[in-house]
């Protein structure tokens, strides 16, 4: 277990250092909440370790409790828009992993059926977020 390189320009690397925008929902020292800009549902959101690892068997353990930590933060801010949540991990091309930077999703689900079917996902609007990320509680910084 160690740092992984990114082999090529790393956008949740690229929103952890501020050189790309993202709604912040919660941060702390290890961690990064951001809204998903492709959402399956409103308030779809992404957590990501600051420290860029490819894949869950890559973070070191003692990360493991400052990572789950902020999936479980960003379960409580879900809640404030549904108790209703998926919260997944996507590992490897196959598995649907799509930025090769460890990151959990936590999806609310509201009564809308299956957010992962067929329909395309839609751009999220930055007045939007701004509201999705108010509506969170956000963005909370430690």
């Not at 800009?37 to 068997?57: A, E, M, S, Y």
């Not at 996507?90 to 959990?104: C, E, P």
């Amino acid at each position: 277990m160690g740092t992984v390189t990114a082999p090529e320009p790393c956008i949740f690397c690229e929103i952890v250092a501020g050189r790309a925008p993202a709604h912040v929902v919660y941060e702390d020292a290890a961690t990064l909440a951001f809204l998903d800009i492709f959402p399956f549902t409103r308030g779809h959101l992404l957590v990501v370790p600051k420290r860029h690892v490819d894949r869950l068997v890559d973070l070191a353990p003692a990360e493991y409790s400052a990572f789950l930590g902020a999936v479980v933060q960003g379960c409580r801010q879900v809640e404030r828009l549904t108790r209703d949540y998926n919260v997944g991990l996507n590992q490897g091309r196959l598995a649907g992993q799509i930025v090769f930077h460890l990151h959990f999703h936590v999806i609310p689900r509201y009564n809308d059926g299956n957010p992962f079917g067929q329909t395309p996902r839609t751009r999220l609007e930055s007045g939007e977020a701004t509201g999705i990320v108010r509506d969170l509680g956000g963005p909370l910084r430690r």
